[in-house]
């Protein structure tokens, strides 16, 4: 059974960092794109950054510079989610997700549809 826990949601100032993880069980990140998504209240889900199986990184306008994905398959299956000069605009609840559909590639533009496993999310608020 896949399970994807992410932790390291909180609540920061404009201008502060904030770093997520996602811890997987059940499957290999190495088979996997691997990806986080927020959805903001009223809004869809957004793909924020993605990482495939060979370690290309794809992210979304609003957060490239600021925003750094990267994965660790050395000991536990963790996924991180670095994010600086965070803005009130990322305001979100963030989701971890991995999906297959590619053969552990990433489709560009990444979509929510295309990720078969999500975990429950970690909420980030960034105030003004």
């Known amino acids: 059974q896949v399970q994807l826990v992410e932790s390291g949601g909180g609540s920061v100032q404009a201008g502060g960092s904030l770093r997520l993880s996602c811890v997987a069980s059940?499957?290999?990140?190495?088979?996997?794109?691997m990806g986080w998504f927020r959805q903001a209240p009223g809004k869809e889900r957004e793909g924020v950054a993605v990482i495939d199986k060979g370690g290309t990184t794809m992210y979304a306008n609003s957060v490239k510079g600021r925003f750094t994905i990267s994965k660790d398959n050395a000991n536990q299956e963790t996924l991180y989610l670095q994010m600086n000069r965070l803005k009130p605009e990322d305001t979100a609840m963030y989701y971890c997700?991995?999906?297959?559909?590619?053969?552990?590639?990433?489709?560009?533009?990444?979509?929510?549809?295309?990720?078969?496993?999500w975990g429950k999310g970690t909420l980030v608020t960034i105030s003004s």
């Open positions: 059940g499957l290999t990140y190495a088979s996997y794109c």
């Open positions: 997700a991995a999906g297959q559909r590619f053969g552990g590639y990433c489709s560009d533009p990444v979509a929510y549809y295309d990720m078969d496993y």
